[in-house]
C-alpha cells in the first residue's frame, strides 16, 4: 500500500498543485452552496414569518433584526432572491475552476505515467518481451490508464467533496435541531456500509472484466497481424468464431460489473428516497405540533437532499476507487518488469571485431540449454559463417553478440574485453543486425535505410536527408543491391512509402533494405540472420561480393546454407542440438566426416543429378 501511495505521489508530480486548486476549489464552492438552505430558512422564517423578531424560534442561525429592518428587508424580497443567485453562481465558478483544474492535473498525470510505460517497455529485455502479449500491453497502456485517468480527474475531487460536506453539514444540522439530525441521518450508515460492501465487489469484477478485455484485444490485435495467414488458410470462419468467443466472454463479464452496479444505484438510491421521506414525514409531524420551524423543515430537506446523494456518490467512487486499484496494479506489473541492466561501470572500449568464445551455454528456460559449450575465436575481420539444422541454435548464438541475450556461463570477449561488462548501447551501435525476420517502419525507404545511420540528424519522424548522408546511403545501398530495384520498381523511389511492417515489399527487397540499414551505420561487427535466403543466387553472389571488398573492416557472421557462402568464409561453424560440432575452414570440413561434409556431398549429389538430367 504505501508502495502504491508512493507511486500515485510520483506519478502526480508536476500536477499536484492543480489537484490542489481543484480540492480547494470544492471545500469553497461546496462552503457556498450550503449558504443557500440558510437564506432560503432566513427568509421564509425571519423575513417573511418574522420569528427572528418575536424570538419564537430563536438559534444562532437566526439573527436578531430590529422589525423597522425586517420590514425594510420584506418590501425588498429580491434582496433574499439576489443572495441566493450570488452563492449559486459563486458556486458555479468555483466549480468550474475545480473542474478544470482536475482534468490538467489528471492529464498531466496520464501523461507522464503513459511516457514513463512507454519509456520502460522500450527497455525491457528481449526474453521478458518475449513473455508478454502485445494486445495485453496495449489494454495496460490505454483503458487501465485512462481507469486512473478518470479516477483522479472525477472521484478524487468528488471524495473530497462529500467529506467537506459531510463536515460541514453535520454542525450546522446539529445547531439547528439536533433530534431532526438524528433522523435525517439514520439510514446513512447502511448507505455507507453498501457502498463499502460495492467497493469490494467491484474490485474483483473489474479484474475479471479488464482481463477479459485484454484477451480479446489480444485476438484482435494477431488477427489485425497475421491477417494474411488467417486469409490464405482459410482460416476466417474459425478467427471469428474465436474472437467471437472472446467478446462474448468479455460480455459476460462485463454484464457482471453492470448487474452489480445497477443492484447497487438501485438499492441506493431507495434508501436515499426512504431517507428524504423520513426527514419529510418526521419534519411535517413535528412542525405541525410547534416542534420545528417551516424554515428549518425546509433547511433540512435541503440539506438531507444535499448529504444523501453524495454519500451514495461515495460508493461510486469507491468502485471506481476499486477499479484504479486493479488497473494501477496491472500498469505496476508491467513497470516492475525488470529492465535490461548495464554493469556497473559499463566499459566503452574501442571495438575492432574480434570475438572469443569461450565454453559459452545459455537457455531460454532454465534446465533446456539452446546452446552448451560454445568455445571458438575469430579475428578482426574474418567472416564466419554458421550452419546447423533448424532450431540448432544459430540465431541464439548470434543474438548473445548485440547482447539481445545475455549468456549465463563461460565467456565472451570482444576485443579482449569482456561482452557483459561493455555497456549494451555502445556494443549495439558497434553491431548491425539484420534479424531473421526484419521489422520495416511504415516510413519511407529512405527513413527506414537512414534509421540506422546514427549520424543523421533527426527528429521524431523525419530524417533530414544532408548530402553526407546521402552519399553513405548510395554507398550502402549498392553494396546491399537495392538502388536499382528501387530506382526502376517504385515511382516515388526513395521516397515511396512502405506499408505497416514493409508488406509493400517483396520478401527478398525487405532482406536488402533491412541489409542496407545495417550497413549504414558502419558496423564492425555484422550480423546477417539467414538474411539473403529470399534473393535469388545471381544477387546473392553480388551482394556477397560487395561485401568481400568490405572484407578487413567488418567481422561478418552470416547464417546460410548455400555453399558458395560457406565455401568463402573464413570459419565455418557447425551447431547440431545446441553444441559445436564443427569448425574450419570450408577445405578442412569436406574433408572430416561431419554434417559438413554430409551436406557437401548431398548438395554436389544434388548437382550432379541436375546436370546429368539436363545432359539427358
Ligand atoms: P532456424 O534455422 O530455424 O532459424 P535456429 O538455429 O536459428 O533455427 P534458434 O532460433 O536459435 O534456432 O532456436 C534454438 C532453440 O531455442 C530452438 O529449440 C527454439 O525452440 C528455442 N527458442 C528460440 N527462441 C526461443 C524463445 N524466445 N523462447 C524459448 N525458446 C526459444
Ligand atoms: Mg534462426
Redesign the pocket.
Known sequence: MRDKLKFIGEIMRGSRAHFAVAAAAVAVGTLFSYLIPLIVRFTIDTVIGGEGATGAVADSFSPELSPATLAWLRDRLWLCGLAMVGCAALQGGFDYLRARSASVASETMAFNLRNRLFDHIGRLG??TL?TLDTGDLIQRGTSDLQTIRQFLESQLVEVTRVLIMVAAALPIMLLLSPPMTAVSTAVLPVVLIGSIYYFFRVSHHYQAMAESEAAMSNVLQENLTGIRTVQAFCREPYECEKFGLANLTYRERMRDMMRIVSTYWGFSAFLCMGQICLVLVVGAWWASRGLLTIGTLAAFLTYVGMLVWPIRQLGHALSEAGRANVALNRIQAVLHKPEEQNPANPLRPPIRGGIEFRNVSFA??PG?P??KDLSFTVEPGQTVAIL??????????V?LLPRLLDYASGSIRIDGVELNRIEREWIRSHIGVVL?EPFLYSKTIRENIALGDPRAHRSPGRIEPGAEAKRRMMEVVKIADIHRTIENTFHEGYETMLGERGVTLSGGQRQRLAIARALIKDPAILIL??SLSAVDAETDRRIQGALRQRRGCTTTFI?SHRLSTLARADLVLV?QH?HLVQQGTHSQLIREPGLYQRIYQIQNQLEADLQREMAD
Open positions: 528481449f526474453q518475449n531460454y528456460e533446456y539452446a546452446l546447423g539444422r533448424t532450431g540448432s541454435g544459430k540465431s541464439t548464438l543474438n531473421q540472420d539467414d547464417i551447431l545446441g
